[in-house]
């Protein structure tokens, strides 16, 4: 086995074969952890391919997870290279180039050069003055800069990727834990992207039916509280290390009591993403159903939203910060509700009969 897992990625990279160097590399990802120095040297094969593909973004995606590398040669390479990928677009000068008229505009050049000479024969005239100095010819950075700042816009504006973790409440005690990926339709899904999927299959969680393109979606099984509570931080805990990112483990508290005629839950959850740096674009969810919005008491940093199609409610989570989110919620059992209400008619019953005993017209009596 060679001691460069890379080197025919590095060779196809010298070759300008961007293409065939990602469809090389992407397999790989999941198999070399971005903090690992191998993985980080994957990282960076693949931002200079996406970068002579042109997606800048992509390129950016990859250098930020080199951060976490425990390599620092590597990670300044990585700084050094995400530099260049943020510099700032520069204006350029105007004296920088010549603005050439409109060819279809002039006149023939053979008819310009009779006119020219028929001239010079009828009357000598002295030389035109030379034309004015122009600036020094430097290469276009400015130019490049501009198409790579609108080159960047462009691709942000064109769809941000979401990503939606569920958590459904089904009979007391039992809960069920799903992930939504959400992307533009025209865009291919990301390496990232392809290895939570690959890990969210392993973990337990299957498709379900297509629902748009663009989306994909993924169930787990019905589950006792705290084993889908555990499957819910498995989760958060690998697509954060998929990422390059050592966060560390969700705090999640789960507790619920039995009063007979409903079930009190209390679900408090927290997510420490203050050593994710802030992306552009991305968006991080959890999203609770059923669920009424009064039910939430604390949602940080930012409040939850009520979802109107599966009467729940959305928390979204905020990269570098500490998330930290309260539920209290009741689960009313319709058998106990209804053992209630047979007691109290019954009890008002009993009333009634002793009020009528007490005003002289004695017990009911059946009819003669």
């Not at 790989?28 to 971005?34: E, G, Q, T």
């Not at 530099?83 to 279809?104: I, Y």
Request: aromatic share 4%.
């Amino acid at each position: 086995m060679s001691d460069d897992p890379f080197r025919e990625a590095r060779q196809r990279l010298e070759r300008g074969d961007y293409g065939q160097v990602l469809r090389s590399l992407e397999p790989l990802v999941a198999s070399y952890p971005p903090a690992s120095p191998d993985g980080a040297q994957l990282q960076l094969l693949m931002a200079t391919a996406w970068m002579g593909q042109g997606n800048t973004v992509r390129a950016m995606a990859c250098c930020r997870q080199v951060k976490r590398c425990s390599d620092a040669t590597l990670r300044a390479q990585a700084r050094d290279l995400l530099e260049v990928l943020e510099a700032p677009a520069l204006e350029r000068p105007r004296h920088w180039s010549l603005t050439l008229p409109d060819l279809g505009e002039a006149e023939p050049v053979a008819g310009r050069l009779q006119q020219l000479a028929s001239r010079r024969r009828r009357q000598r005239r002295p030389p035109p003055p030379p034309p004015p100095p122009v600036g020094p010819t430097r290469p276009p950075l400015g130019f490049a800069a501009v198409a790579l700042a609108l080159l960047l816009l462009t691709v942000l504006l064109g769809g941000c990727g979401a990503v939606h973790a569920e958590l459904t409440f089904h009979s007391p005690g039992r809960l069920q834990v799903g992930e939504r990926l959400v992307r533009d339709p025209a865009a291919v899904a990301t390496p990232w992207e392809q290895a939570l999927l690959e890990a969210l299959r392993q973990a337990g969680l299957r498709p379900t039916a297509p629902e748009r393109p663009g989306v994909d979606h993924l169930v787990g099984p019905v589950l006792p509280a705290g084993a889908a509570l555990q499957q819910l931080g498995e989760t958060i805990t690998e697509a954060g290390r998929l990422a390059g990112l050592d966060l560390p483990a969700p705090r999640l508290q789960w507790e619920e009591r039995n009063w007979l005629v409903g079930v009190r839950q209390h679900l408090v959850i927290g997510v420490d993403l203050r050593r994710a740096d802030p992306l552009p674009g991305a968006d991080f969810s959890l999203d609770l159903s059923p669920l009424a919005p009064a039910a939430v008491r604390l949602a940080t940093p930012r409040s939850a939203v009520p979802l109107a199609v599966d009467r729940g409610v959305r928390w979204p989570l905020q990269l570098g910060a500490d998330n930290r989110l309260d539920v209290h919620c009741w689960r009313w059992n319709p058998l106990g509700l209804g053992a209630l209400a047979i007691g109290v008619a019954l009890l008002l019953a009993l009333l009634l009969a002793r009020l009528r005993q007490q005003l002289g017209f004695g017990l009911p009596q059946l009819p003669a």
